[in-house]
């Protein structure tokens, strides 16, 4: 985790109650009650530690956000490097996309449903915001260069493709349950043999 | 609308503040800060109304949300009944429930992002969950009867797809604007064509 693997640098934790327990019970939190409606004294009372013992680790309710939603984004963002590095044709880094994606979201399930969830109410929604559109343009760009190829349909907007691909795999945080990655790996070819292929048996 | 419709017969609201404007704001608030991050003191500020014009037409806080969440829900359950109602193959009902779902969903935006936002933390959510959670099983029916029929590949597991379709289908509330009928008929096409026939040019 990027968070933890930053936080012993910083400051000490008491044992049971680093910055990643600390920050995985408050996400927690946040996705049950929304990060608006979620207190220092509801963090507090799910971790069974003073508000104090909290603040050991972080300034504020907001760095904790800000330091759960770069979990998610890390790990999309490292996703998204890969496949801009990668050579092949659209098509492939597109697809290649998607599985990463769906391993990432499995992987890291309540940050990227906190992540899902940000409306920008704040300058740290905001940046996550700002963050998460450079990560739809590589799914837009990828689906109009891979039309451009003659690889996909060219009847269907691009643009509209794209929303309902990413729209399609941020979807699987409202139903998913904490997992393996082996299950992320079957999730991830089902997702793509439905957006690439079809239900419709061909007969 | 369901809620306006019942209104009047109950109280009798202002001029300009009935009680689908008071409704139509809540949602509004409800879906940018959270329900339990909205207080009556913030939809009092937003309607520029005293917080007793609002109690003028609804008891609490809580009765908006069930109004708002009913909007939703009357609106899909009319669909699925309709489907329900249908004869014919069930590939066949299942594309005319994707596609009057989007229309509804298009139709009554607000109202159904609030609805997939609930999580059951209170006596009326938990029973909105559970009226969701009938129609998903409609969708589920729906996929398994088509693949028994032969006419969905039977390789993909029909839960999962069925999870993806509403998962699709509900993503559009992440990113679609308040729009026309005819777009939303256009959106449902692109995304049967999507679902059923794949991306992939055959060539």
Request: overall charge neutral; aromatic content about 4%; charged content about 25%.
């Amino acid at each position: 985790m990027t968070a933890s693997g930053s936080a012993p640098a910083r400051r000490r934790g008491r044992p049971g109650h680093d910055l990643s327990t600390v920050l995985a019970a408050s996400v927690a939190v946040f996705n049950e009650r929304g990060y608006d409606g979620t207190s220092m004294e509801d963090l507090s009372a799910r971790l069974g530690i003073g508000k104090s013992s909290i603040y050991h680790h972080v300034e504020s309710k907001e760095e904790l956000l800000r330091l759960a939603l770069d979990e998610a984004l890390v790990g999309l963002e490292e996703v998204a490097q890969q496949v801009r590095d990668q050579a092949g044709p659209a098509v492939q880094r597109l697809e290649m996309l998607l599985r990463r994606s769906v391993t990432v979201l499995v992987d890291r399930l309540p940050y990227v449903t906190l992540l899902l969830r940000v409306r920008g109410n704040s300058e740290v929604e905001r940046q996550a915001l700002t963050r998460r559109r450079r990560l739809d343009h590589l799914v837009a760009d990828l689906v109009s260069e891979a039309v451009g190829d003659g690889a996909l349909r060219p009847d269907l907007d691009p643009a509209v493709v794209a929303r309902l691909l990413f729209g399609t795999v941020n979807s699987l945080t409202e139903w998913l349950k904490p997992t393996s990655e082996q299950t992320a790996v079957k999730l991830g070819d089902v997702l793509c043999s439905l957006v690439f292929d079809g239900l419709r048996r061909v007969s």
